[in-house]
């Protein structure tokens, strides 16, 4: 049961830092990491194979 309650809090912290910037600075959120929303992956013309699944 220790061990359990330890990995409960750790998950938890881990977590609360992971987010820090989307809990506590208004307007955070996440960081887009999609192909299609990086320049310089526009500049090349790559595009993500989902988009081309998705919309065809």
Same mark, same amino acid.
């Given at each position: #049961?220790?061990?359990?309650?330890? =990995?409960? &809090?750790? +998950? *938890? &912290? ?7 910037? +989307? %809990? %506590?600075? $208004? *307007? *955070?959120? %996440?960081?887009? =990491? /999609? &192909? *299609?929303?990086?320049? @310089? #992956?526009?500049?090349?013309?790559? $595009?993500?194979?989902? /988009?081309? @699944?998705?919309?065809?």
């Amino acid at each position: #049961m220790k061990i359990l309650l330890l =990995t409960l &809090i750790l +998950v *938890g &912290i881990a977590i609360l830092l992971l987010g820090v910037k +989307v %809990f %506590f600075v $208004k *307007g *955070g959120r %996440f960081p887009n =990491t /999609h &192909i *299609g929303s990086n320049p @310089e #992956m526009k500049k090349r013309g790559i $595009k993500c194979v989902q /988009h081309d @699944e998705y919309y065809k």
